[in-house]
C-alpha cells in the first residue's frame, strides 16, 4: 500500500498551535482530580476522558493495579474538550505533572513530533506478555510516530457504519445490501421515511465540530473521490467531488433526517436512534454496545452494514482513546506499567467477569474477537465492527495521494481549527441558512490560509 510522505509541520505553526490551546485551560475554572504537583515515588498521574470505559477502569484500578503492583493512581478525570486543552497545555510545557494521559489517533503523531511523548518500543519488548502482535494492524500504525516508534496503545477502537431497523425495512419490504452505496441508503432513507408515526429515515450529525459534523462527512468526501487537500497541500474544498459529496449529505440529512439536524451530534442521534425516532444511522461502531444493552428499547432489532461507499472499497473512519506517556514524566517506568495493565488481554477478562462483556473495551485487540464469551455478548454487531477497524485506510482513505494521514481528519495541527470552522459553516447550510456553494467557498478560503503554510514544503 502507498504510503504517503508525512511531512513536518512548520515549527512556528506547531508552536502556535499549541500556544492558542494552552489559553482555554488557564480561562476555564477549575478542574477536579490529582492536585498541581507531579508524581513521585510508588504514584503515577493519569490525565483521561470521562467516558464511560474510562470511569470504569478508575473503579477497578485501586482493587486491582495497584493491589498487584504497589503503584496509586491519581486519577483526573475531564470532559473531552477540557481534557484536550489541558493535556495540550501540560505536555507542550513538559511540566511533566501528568505521567499518563488519553490521547487519540490524532493526536499522538502530532505529540510526537513535537518530542512530547515517550517512545514505548522498548517497553514492548521487553514485556512479551502484553503481546504488541495481537494489537490490531491499523490501531498500531495509527499510534506510530514519522520515526516508526510507538508513542500510544490503544484503550478502545472504533471505525463508523450504518446501523439500521431491521424490522422496520422488512415491513417495507427492504433489504439492506451488507456493502451499500451511499445512493442504496439514501434511496432507502427516502422509503422508510414517515414509516412509523415521527420516524425519519436517518440521522447523521449536523452539530458544529471537527470531531462532531466533520467526521462522517469527511469520509463521504473521501469516497466520493474528494479530499481536503491534494499532495501538493493545495486546498480543495472547491474541487467538484468535495462539492458533490457535501451537497449529498446535506440534502440527504435535510430531505430525511432527524428534526434539528443541525444541532445533533453522537449524543443525540443515539437518543434518536434509541428511542425509535430514526430508522438508519451512520456513525460510530462503539455505538452498537450502547443500542444492544439490555435496556436499550431497540435491542435485537437492529442490523449492521459497511461504512457506505461511492468510489473507494471502505470508508469507515479510525479512531482509538489511547495512552501515551509525557516524555517529561519521572515514572515512565510506572507509567507503562499501568498502561500494559489497562490496555492488556488481562484487563479485558477482568472487565468482563465483573463487569459483563458488552462493557470490555473492545476495537483494539484480536483475541477479543477470538473470545467466544465476547463474541455471544456483541453478536450482533462484533465482527463488523472488527472487519470495519481492519478495513480502514488512515494513510490511504480515498482516490487521490494525501499529504498528511486521517480519515475523518487531516493529522495537522491547524485542523481542530480549520475542521471546527468549517463544520460552523456546513452545519449553517444544514439549518437552511446558506447554501452549500456558499458555506464551501467560505471554506475554501479558510483551508487556504493553510496551504499557504505547507505549500512547497
Given at each position: ?66 493491589k ?17 486543552d ?19 489517533n ?24 502484553y ?92 469516497t ?28 440527504l ?20 436512534m ?6 438508519m ?74 463487569s ?37 485506510r ?21 485542523f481542530?481549527?480549520l ?39
Amino acid at each position: 500500500m502507498r504510503t504517503p510522505s508525512r511531512r513536518r509541520p512548520p515549527r512556528a505553526t506547531l508552536a502556535l498551535a499549541a500556544a492558542g490551546t494552552l489559553l482555554a485551560p488557564l480561562l476555564s475554572g477549575c478542574w477536579a482530580g490529582a492536585g498541581g504537583t507531579g508524581s513521585g515515588g510508588d504514584s503515577i498521574n493519569v490525565l483521561m476522558v470521562n467516558n464511560p470505559q474510562m470511569t470504569e477502569l478508575q473503579k477497578l484500578t485501586a482493587q486491582h493495579f495497584t493491589k498487584e503492583t504497589g503503584i496509586k493512581v491519581n486519577f483526573t478525570v475531564l470532559p473531552e474538550n477540557d481534557v484536550r486543552d489541558k493535556i495540550s497545555q501540560d505536555f507542550a510545557n513538559q511540566a511533566g505533572q501528568y505521567d499518563v494521559a488519553t490521547l487519540s489517533n490524532y493526536e499522538i503523531p502530532i505529540y510526537a513530533r513535537n518530542g512530547w511523548l515517550h517512545a514505548m518500543d522498548g517497553y514492548v519488548a521487553k514485556d512479551p506478555g502484553y503481546d504488541e502482535q495481537d494489537v490490531l494492524k491499523p490501531m498500531r500504525q495509527s499510534l506510530t510516530g514519522d520515526d516508526g516508534k510507538l508513542y500510544g496503545q490503544p484503550f478502545y477502537g472504533e471505525s463508523s457504519f450504518l446501523m439500521y431497523r431491521k424490522d422496520v425495512l422488512a415491513a417495507k419490504g427492504l433489504t439492506m445490501p451488507a456493502h451499500p452505496t451511499w445512493q442504496q441508503v439514501a434511496d432507502i432513507a427516502a422509503k422508510v421515511d414517515g414509516a412509523r408515526p415521527g420516524m425519519k429515515g436517518i440521522c447523521l450529525r449536523g452539530l458544529p465540530g471537527w470531531g462532531e459534523s466533520m467526521a462522517p462527512l469527511t469520509t463521504v468526501v473521501n469516497t466520493f473521490g474528494g479530499t481536503w487537500f491534494d499532495k501538493n497541500w493545495k486546498a480543495r474544498l472547491d474541487s467538484p467531488e468535495f462539492a458533490k459529496a457535501t451537497r449529498f449529505y446535506v440534502g440527504l440529512v435535510r430531505e430525511h433526517g432527524e428534526s434539528g439536524a443541525a444541532q445533533s451530534g453522537f449524543a443525540e442521534c443515539l437518543n434518536n436512534m434509541t428511542q425509535g425516532k430514526v430508522a438508519m444511522w451512520y456513525d460510530a461502531t462503539s455505538a452498537a454496545g450502547l443500542l444492544e444493552a439490555a435496556d436499550s428499547p431497540v435491542k435485537g432489532k437492529l442490523g449492521y452494514a459497511a461504512a457506505p461507499v461511492e468510489k473507494t472499497e471502505a470508508s469507515g473512519w479510525l479512531y482509538t482513546w489511547a495512552w501515551g506517556i509525557q516524555d517529561a514524566s519521572r515514572n515512565p517506568d510506572k507509567a507503562w506499567k499501568f498502561i500494559s495493565w489497562a490496555s492488556g488481554k488481562g484487563y479485558e477478562e477482568l472487565v468482563g467477569a465483573t463487569s459483563g462483556w458488552p462493557n470490555v473495551p473492545a476495537g483494539k485487540r484480536a483475541s477479543t474477537y477470538a473470545n467466544p464469551d465476547y463474541r455471544k455478548s456483541a453478536a450482533a454487531f462484533q465482527e463488523m465492527t472488527k472487519e470495519a477497524i481492519e478495513s480502514a485506510r488512515p494513510d490511504d482513505p480515498g482516490v487521490q495521494p494525501r499529504p498528511a494521514p486521517g480519515i475523518q481528519f487531516v493529522g495537522i495541527p491547524e485542523f481542530t481549527d480549520l475542521g471546527t470552522k468549517v463544520s460552523q459553516e456546513i452545519s449553517a447550510a444544514i439549518a437552511g441558512r446558506q447554501s452549500v456553494d456558499s458555506a464551501l467557498k467560505k471554506s475554501q478560503q479558510l483551508a487556504e490560509k493553510i496551504s499557504k503554510e505547507y505549500e512547497g514544503r
